[in-house]
Structure formats: structure tokens, C-alpha cells
């Protein structure tokens, strides 16, 4: 029987959750129990409670986003230390040994379920989901290589050594597409996205715009004009499980200005990424998750400005592989389509030559 493997993610980021997430159904798929657990689940009470304080901020200023990215520190001190001594204990009884972090603030944890163990034999894995250390990982310094670390993007080599994929659906031909770009600012909202639409809207294009409050959705569904707008629920936590004790991907709904939102299920991957499939180009700062879905989608990705170093260096991989362009470059071609369809037709290529995370995780079950 193939041993279970622990995935390790976190809320404060959908760029970590969302590949979290797919890993597990596709593990589940090979026959490989998979299982998630969130940085949340161990935060003190207090911390908790102050995350849709700071999202919002971060969603309203990306000036506040940035100074706060600055800010991250060691895990420890937001960690109840009564539940992080409860989930290792169990986690011993379960006999967990196959480990998979994609952010590094579970470091702490994992270094101590290690010496719990003493001699026993704990594979730990970090997952890189960006091309650069993100601070999650860079605040821990020298104790990242204390265990292996698998980048998609090792840095300094300019390739897709990997990916997660988000669908083996066959991309979308770029001529068969609507005509309307995908506009939006990663799991939390954050970034320049919102002061585009208007020189947008003026130079004629169409977008599909997410948003992240229902005050603003519902203002900008009854603005009208040839944009669609969708939400994403703001109710719903990363944390949260259902019913059956799993977590979910985000409620997705589009929004019409007389009609109830209705959020559909989704399965083996969001929702957002079937409009990202059928779209033109994808419109945001380089996240990590953004990366994946411009690659599985093979959907262009034209960038803002980054948020942090290592979404900077995600767009100087994205760009110097042909596979994205700086808004600003698009801008000055005018908009133009047919740069958008060579990319296109690069993302294709590169889809095909990349490995799948998938693959080495499931190498020895």
C-alpha cells in the first residue's frame, strides 16, 4: 500500500494552495493518499482573526502589500503551541513520513516532528513553486537545505524543469478564443490590476475581471459595458473543510447585475481556469500559480508590476522564454494580437517539453 503523502500549504497565498490542492486529487488519482494541512490550522486565535484585516488592506493598497511582504518573519511566534504539539503527535500515531512543503513556513514544524522521530527515516521535500526564494522560505536562510528542495524553475537556468499540471486538456487553438483577456490579482486581489481597466475599456478590450468583494462586484456588474465580471467568494477560507474534511478550491460565480450569485462545484481544478483556457491572454502580476495556468492553459501571460523579488524573476523567466510580456510592451505594440499568438504558440511547445512534478513525487509510490 502507498504511504500517504502530508502536503503542506498555507492561506496566505492561493499561489500556494491551489497547487497544494491539485497535487493531492492528482496523487489520489494514481492511488496515493494525499492529505492537506494549513498553516491556519495552527495559528494562534489572534492571528487568525486579523488575516481578513490584512487581506483587505493588502487588496485596497498594493503599497501596504509590498511593505508588508518586507515584513515576514519565523513562523514560531504565531504558532498555539498546544495544537502544533497535537498535530505532531498525531501525525507520529498516523505514522506519517512522506512529506511535501510548498511554503517554507512550516520549516519549524518539520524540523521538529524530525528529532521527535529521532533515527526514523522522514522524507521531506520542498516544493518551489517560483524562480527565486520567496520570503517564506528565504527567512529560514541555510535551514532550507537541510532537506531536498525541488524547483520548477531552478534558478540561474532560464527552463521549466517541472510543472504541476493544472489540466492535461488539450490548449484551446489560439484562433478559436474569444477576443477578452483575464484580469485579476492573484487569491488575494493584490496589485496594479485595477488601474488597467480603464485604458483598457478605452483601447477597446474585453475582459473577464475578477474581483474579490461582493460591494465591489455588484457595482461594477451594473456598470455595464462589454466586460464580464465574477467574484471570488469572499466568505470562503483556504482553511475551512467541508463536510467530508477536505478542503475545496475558491467558489467561483459570475456576477450579472439581476441575478443571484451561483457558485458551481469545481472538480479537478477552479473554475477561473476554464475562462483563462478560452481566453486570449492572462492580464496580473507572475505569481506562481499564474505561471502554471498561463503554461497548462497555454494562455499568454501579459504581466503587472511584480509583487516581490520572486515574482520579478517570474516574469524575467516568463519573458526571456517567449512565453510572456510586460504590459508595458504590449501596451506599446498597440495591443497587438499577433504577438499574443506567437506566445501562444511557444506555450505550446514549452507545455510539451516540461516535466511533471506528478511524475517524480509518484517515482517509488
Not at 26 to 43: S, V
Request: glycine content about 8%.
Amino acid at each position: 500500500m502507498a504511504h500517504t503523502v502530508t502536503l503542506l500549504s498555507a492561506g496566505n497565498s492561493l499561489g500556494v494552495y491551489i497547487p497544494a490542492k491539485l497535487l493531492q486529487l492528482q496523487l489520489r488519482k494514481e492511488g496515493i493518499p494525499a492529505d492537506i494541512y494549513m498553516l491556519e490550522h495552527l495559528y494562534d486565535d489572534e492571528t487568525r482573526e486579523n488575516i481578513p484585516r490584512y487581506r483587505k488592506a493588502f487588496h485596497d493598497s498594493f503599497k501596504v502589500a509590498k511593505t508588508g511582504y518586507k515584513l515576514a518573519r519565523d513562523s514560531r511566534s504565531s504558532l498555539d503551541e498546544s495544537k502544533t504539539a497535537a498535530l505532531l503527535e498525531q501525525w507520529r500515531q498516523d505514522g506519517r513520513r512522506r512529506f511535501l512543503a510548498l511554503t517554507g513556513f512550516w520549516i519549524p514544524v518539520l524540523e521538529r516532528y524530525r528529532d521527535m522521530l529521532g533515527g526514523t527515516e522522514v522524507d521531506i521535500r520542498l516544493i518551489r513553486l517560483d524562480a527565486s526564494d520567496t520570503p517564506s522560505f528565504s527567512v529560514y536562510g541555510d535551514a532550507c537545505s537541510q532537506f531536498e528542495n525541488i524547483w520548477l524553475y531552478p534558478p540561474g537556468e532560464e527552463r521549466i524543469a517541472q510543472t504541476i499540471a493544472v489540466s492535461t486538456e488539450k490548449a484551446v487553438p489560439f484562433e478559436k478564443r474569444e477576443r477578452r483577456y483575464v484580469i485579476h490579482g492573484g487569491g488575494w486581489g493584490i496589485g496594479t490590476y485595477k488601474d488597467k481597466i480603464s485604458e483598457l475599456t478605452s483601447a477597446g478590450a474585453a475582459l473577464h475581471i475578477v474581483t474579490y468583494y461582493r460591494e465591489g462586484a455588484q457595482q461594477a456588474a451594473h456598470a455595464g459595458g462589454n466586460h464580464r465580471y465574477y467574484l471570488l467568494d469572499p466568505e470562503w477560507s483556504p482553511w475551512h473543510r467541508n463536510a467530508d474534511g477536505d478542503l475545496d478550491f475558491p467558489p467561483f460565480a459570475e456576477i450579472h447585475a439581476s441575478q443571484p450569485n451561483t457558485y458551481g462545484d469545481s472538480h479537478d481544478y477552479p473554475r477561473a481556469f476554464e475562462l483563462i483556457r478560452h481566453s486570449s491572454g492572462i492580464i496580473s502580476k507572475p505569481g506562481g500559480a499564474t505561471l502554471l495556468d498561463s503554461l497548462a492553459a497555454a494562455t499568454p501571460l501579459i504581466f503587472l508590476e511584480p509583487f516581490g523579488e520572486h515574482e520579478r524573476s517570474n516574469a524575467r523567466l516568463w519573458e526571456s522564454l517567449g512565453l510572456g510580456i510586460s504590459y508595458e510592451a504590449w501596451q506599446a505594440q498597440h495591443y497587438s494580437a499577433d504577438v499574443l499568438e506567437q506566445i501562444h504558440h511557444n506555450l505550446v511547445r514549452a507545455r510539451d517539453e516540461s516535466g511533471n512534478l506528478l511524475h517524480e513525487i509518484t517515482n517509488g509510490r
